[in-house]
């Protein structure tokens, strides 16, 4: 990868950037609705205290000069006061940040791993009752929404079985050591977890076994049979090294589906993670925390694409420049 | 004994509801040593016949009928385990169409090592990393070159860097298919000369198929006509095709048209001169000979009754109700 190319990129992530943080600011400083009118909702407001309002919101500063405050305070990691929470910002999505990282990592990382071997199976037995059921079972849960199959998971294993806790991050009031809080968030992490990988790991599969099964019948597979490789090799040699490259373009999209979709988990599971709090804040018009939430996945799925542009210039030598 | 006795082979494809025959009851043998050349128009079955032999014809593809044999093993019914063992160590494949043989996304070199460490599991890596760029250089390409990917090499690098890879675990038989087809006249005047050579230094026996009969006749001992999935005629390419003087003695009226549409075998220069319109449906059974739709020569018998084969002198077999045995 050239170096020219990576300036190239950074230069367009920074634009990129730039424009989200901007467009953020856009959505939620122009479209009508502040949050000194919300506060005014409730009818009899003393004047005074609403110009006090509007002066610590910096809502009394001309629009331009509102944006350049909000650029500076983002520089200084600044990103204001929950109404709510009565707290920074930072503060609150602090604690939320770590449990979606938790829910996220964990579901992206067995998706991926389920995903691939599933459609690996599949393609390898392409047209086979196997590769049938795989596709029919993949296409069913890939059109569930996340929360329906959140709240079916719900009734079988907890309402039912009552084998899994079904809400939160930890067992309230459970003292035990290091090791039982570990157990007890891991048997908490299962559900939510499973939720988004069913659905996920569904597309995922999908998008492995087409992939494979175009690369299947390439000139070098058969390359590759006439020179006696075993079918092991064959598969996750060949076919699935050439197919890696549209499944990493399929991964960088599927964060912003999972991102979307850890926020309906979250909040059927009461996960204690940023899909919560966007839900709370919308209910409770938290703008500040909704504002940087906005901002934080929108950086995220941006990293991703970022990140999975690289990857390919590494993965596939015909797109590396020298 | 033969190297290669194809005896009675037919290859039939699933397609939708029915089936096609695209070999059809097709006898050949290559000797040690030998090369043998396969020519016939586009969808006359050659490759179905070539990748028949590895059995490596793709999924809907089936054996029908007949036998393969290589080195006096029996390759039809074989399981998948003892073919791999035989595939590239006996028999290796440069396919039709290389420009994209090459895995796109591992190095040339490491495709020819993987092929030689297949093989051999205990193969010290340094000797076989040192054959690899041997093999490179036995076919013009520079071991600078060894680490590139398949990519930057030229379509004529590609297929010699194929080539390569096919001798890495010195085969008996190699099967060609097409070998220079998509490539410029330099490279696969190229191609030919070394196919040629190889076959002397290496001791390889070759089956090369194309439809370029100078091609055939510049590096093959004999010949083998195939249209519409029989053989219609075959023989020494001295013979048929005439060498050093000799005029063709080709019996069949189809080989008798493909010559005559190759300039430089000393035809007319009309590919359309007695070579109108298009072999037949192969997914419908033929009664007659299937030659006789565009066979200028065509009799009332050609329409009834498939012609037998004649061998019309020691080593030249002809299907054709028109062939008479040549006098010596
Ligand atoms: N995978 C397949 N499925 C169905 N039919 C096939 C398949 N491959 C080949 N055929 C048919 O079998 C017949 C013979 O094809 P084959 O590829 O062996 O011909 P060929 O002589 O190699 O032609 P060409 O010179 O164009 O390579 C053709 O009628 C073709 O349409
Ligand atoms: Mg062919």
Same mark, same amino acid.
């Given at each position: 990868?050239?170096?020219?190319?990576?300036?190239?990129?950074?230069?367009?992530?920074?634009?990129?950037?730039?424009?989200?943080?901007?467009?953020?600011?856009?959505?939620?400083?122009?479209?009508?609705?502040?949050?000194?009118?919300?506060?005014?909702?409730?009818?009899?407001?003393?004047?005074?205290?609403?110009?006090?309002?509007?002066?610590?919101?910096?809502?009394?500063?001309?629009?331009?000069?509102?944006?350049?405050?909000?650029?500076?305070?983002?520089? +200084?990691?600044?990103?204001?006061?929950?109404?709510?929470?009565?707290?920074?910002?930072?503060?609150?999505?602090?604690?939320?940040?770590?449990?979606?990282?938790?829910?996220?990592?964990?579901?992206?990382?067995?998706?991926?791993?389920?995903?691939?071997?599933?459609?690996?199976?599949?393609?390898?037995?392409?047209?086979?009752?196997?590769? #049938?059921?795989?596709?029919?079972?993949?296409?069913?849960?890939?059109?569930?929404?996340?929360?329906?199959?959140?709240?079916?998971?719900?009734?079988?294993?907890?309402?039912?079985?009552?084998?899994?806790?079904?809400?939160?991050?930890?067992?309230?009031?459970?003292?035990?050591?290091?090791?039982?809080?570990?157990?007890?968030?891991?048997? +908490?992490?299962?559900?939510?977890?499973?939720?988004?990988?069913?659905?996920?790991?569904?597309?995922?599969?999908?998008?492995?076994?087409?992939?494979?099964?175009?690369?299947?019948?390439?000139?070098?597979?058969?390359? #590759?049979? #006439?020179?006696?490789?075993?079918?092991?090799?064959?598969?996750?040699?060949? #076919?699935?090294?050439?197919?890696?490259?549209?499944?990493?373009?399929?991964?960088?999209?599927?964060?912003?589906?999972?991102?979307?979709?850890?926020?309906?988990?979250?909040?059927?599971?009461?996960?204690?993670?940023?899909?919560?709090?966007?839900?709370?804040?919308?209910?409770?018009?938290?703008?500040?925390?909704?504002?940087?939430?906005?901002?934080?996945?929108?950086?995220?799925?941006?990293?991703?694409?970022?990140?999975?542009?690289?990857?390919?210039?590494?993965?596939?030598?015909?797109?590396?420049?020298? | 004994?033969?190297?290669?006795?194809?005896?009675?082979?037919?290859?039939?494809?699933?397609?939708?509801?029915?089936?096609?025959?695209?070999?059809?009851?097709?006898?050949?043998?290559?000797?040690?040593?030998?090369?043998?050349g396969?020519v016939?128009?586009?969808?006359?079955?050659?490759?179905?016949?070539?990748?028949?032999?590895?059995?490596?014809? !793709? @999924? %809907?593809?089936?054996?029908?009928?007949?036998?393969?044999?290589?080195?006096?093993?029996?390759?039809?019914?074989?399981?998948?385990?003892?073919? %791999?063992?035989?595939?590239?160590?006996?028999?290796?494949?440069?396919?039709?169409? &290389?420009? %994209?043989?090459? %895995?796109?996304?591992?190095?040339?070199?490491?495709?020819?090592?993987?092929?030689?460490?297949?093989?051999?599991?205990?193969?010290?890596?340094?000797? @076989?990393?040192?054959?690899?760029?041997?093999?490179?250089?036995?076919?013009?390409?520079?071991?600078?070159?060894?680490?590139?990917?398949?990519?930057?090499?030229?379509?004529?690098?590609?297929?010699?860097?194929?080539?390569?890879?096919?001798? &890495?675990?010195? !085969?008996?038989?190699?099967? &060609?298919?097409?070998?220079t087809?998509?490539?410029?006249?330099?490279?696969q005047a190229?191609?030919l000369?070394?196919?040629?050579?190889?076959?002397?230094?290496?001791?390889?026996?070759?089956?090369?198929?194309s439809h370029d009969l100078s091609a055939i006749k510049r590096v093959?001992?004999?010949?083998?006509?195939?249209?519409?999935?029989?053989?219609?005629?075959?023989?020494?390419t001295?013979?048929?095709l005439?060498?050093?003087?000799?005029? &063709?003695?080709?019996?069949? !009226?189809?080989?008798?048209?493909?010559i005559?549409?190759h300039p430089d075998l000393g035809?007319?220069?009309?590919?359309?001169?007695?070579?109108?319109?298009?072999?037949?449906?192969?997914?419908?059974?033929?009664?007659?000979?299937?030659?006789?739709?565009?066979?200028?020569?065509?009799?009332?018998?050609?329409?009834?009754? @498939?012609? @037998?084969?004649?061998?019309?002198?020691?080593?030249?077999?002809?299907?054709?109700?028109?062939?008479?045995?040549?006098?010596?």
């Amino acid at each position: 990868m050239s170096l020219r190319y990576l300036a190239k990129k950074l230069f367009t992530l920074a634009v990129t950037l730039y424009v989200t943080v901007s467009f953020n600011f856009l959505l939620f400083h122009v479209l009508p609705g502040n949050p000194v009118q919300l506060l005014a909702r409730s009818g009899h407001f003393d004047p005074a205290a609403r110009a006090q309002l509007v002066k610590l919101f910096g809502l009394d500063h001309p629009l331009i000069v509102q944006y350049f405050i909000y650029l500076k305070d983002m520089v +200084h990691g600044n990103l204001g006061f929950s109404y709510v929470y009565r707290q920074p910002v930072t503060t609150v999505l602090g604690g939320a940040i770590g449990n979606t990282v938790l829910l996220v990592g964990t579901a992206t990382l067995v998706t991926i791993v389920v995903g691939i071997w599933l459609g690996v199976v599949a393609a390898s037995r392409a047209h086979s009752l196997s590769d #049938a059921t795989i596709t029919v079972t993949s296409l069913g849960l890939w059109s569930m929404p996340d929360f329906f199959t959140g709240m079916i998971l719900i009734f079988i294993c907890g309402v039912w079985t009552h084998i899994l806790p079904i809400s939160g991050l930890v067992t309230p009031g459970l003292v035990t050591g290091t090791w039982g809080h570990l157990v007890d968030v891991a048997r +908490h992490l299962i559900l939510p977890a499973l939720t988004l990988t069913l659905v996920n790991a569904a597309e995922f599969s999908l998008i492995s076994r087409n992939t494979l099964v175009d690369v299947m019948v390439e000139d070098y597979m058969l390359t #590759a049979r #006439a020179k006696g490789l075993s079918r092991r090799r064959i598969i996750w040699r060949h #076919a699935l090294r050439n197919a890696t490259l549209p499944i990493v373009t399929a991964t960088a999209l599927y964060v912003g589906m999972i991102l979307g979709g850890a926020i309906q988990v979250e909040t059927v599971f009461s996960w204690p993670g940023m899909g919560l709090l966007i839900y709370n804040s919308v209910v409770q018009r938290d703008y500040p925390v909704l504002e940087a939430a906005f901002l934080i996945f929108a950086i995220a799925v941006i990293a991703t694409n970022f990140i999975s542009d690289l990857l390919y210039q590494v993965l596939d030598p015909r797109v590396r420049r020298a | 004994m033969s190297l290669l006795d194809i005896e009675d082979v037919s290859v039939d494809y699933r397609i939708g509801s029915g089936s096609l025959r695209a070999v059809d009851h097709v006898s050949l043998r290559v000797e040690q040593g030998e090369a043998l050349g396969i020519v016939g128009e586009s969808g006359c079955g050659k490759t179905s016949l070539g990748l028949a032999v590895p059995m490596l014809l !793709p @999924a %809907n593809a089936s054996i029908s009928s007949g036998s393969i044999s290589l080195g006096g093993r029996e390759l039809v019914g074989m399981s998948e385990r003892e073919l %791999n063992q035989l595939r590239w160590t006996e028999v290796a494949f440069v396919f039709q169409g &290389a420009m %994209n043989a090459l %895995n796109p996304v591992q190095r040339v070199d490491r495709q020819i090592l993987e092929a030689i460490t297949a093989h051999d599991s205990h193969a010290d890596r340094e000797v @076989a990393g040192a054959r690899v760029l041997e093999l490179l250089e036995l076919v013009g390409i520079a071991a600078a070159r060894a680490k590139s990917y398949p990519h930057e090499f030229s379509g004529g690098m590609r297929q010699r860097a194929m080539i390569a890879m096919a001798l &890495a675990c010195r !085969p008996s038989l190699l099967i &060609a298919d097409e070998p220079t087809t998509a490539l410029d006249v330099i490279s696969q005047a190229q191609i030919l000369a070394l196919l040629d050579s190889l076959r002397r230094s290496e001791g390889l026996s070759l089956m090369m198929i194309s439809h370029d009969l100078s091609a055939i006749k510049r590096v093959c001992d004999r010949i083998v006509v195939m249209y519409a999935g029989v053989v219609v005629e075959s023989g020494t390419t001295e013979e048929v095709l005439g060498r050093r003087g000799r005029p &063709a003695a080709a019996q069949h !009226p189809y080989t008798k048209a493909l010559i005559a549409a190759h300039p430089d075998l000393g035809g007319a220069r009309s590919l359309a001169q007695g070579l109108s319109g298009h072999p037949p449906d192969l997914s419908v059974p033929i009664t007659g000979c299937r030659f006789a739709d565009r066979c200028d020569s065509a009799m009332e018998i050609c329409r009834e009754q @498939a012609p @037998a084969s004649l061998s019309v002198s020691p080593g030249h077999v002809a299907a054709c109700h028109l062939a008479r045995r040549l006098v010596p």
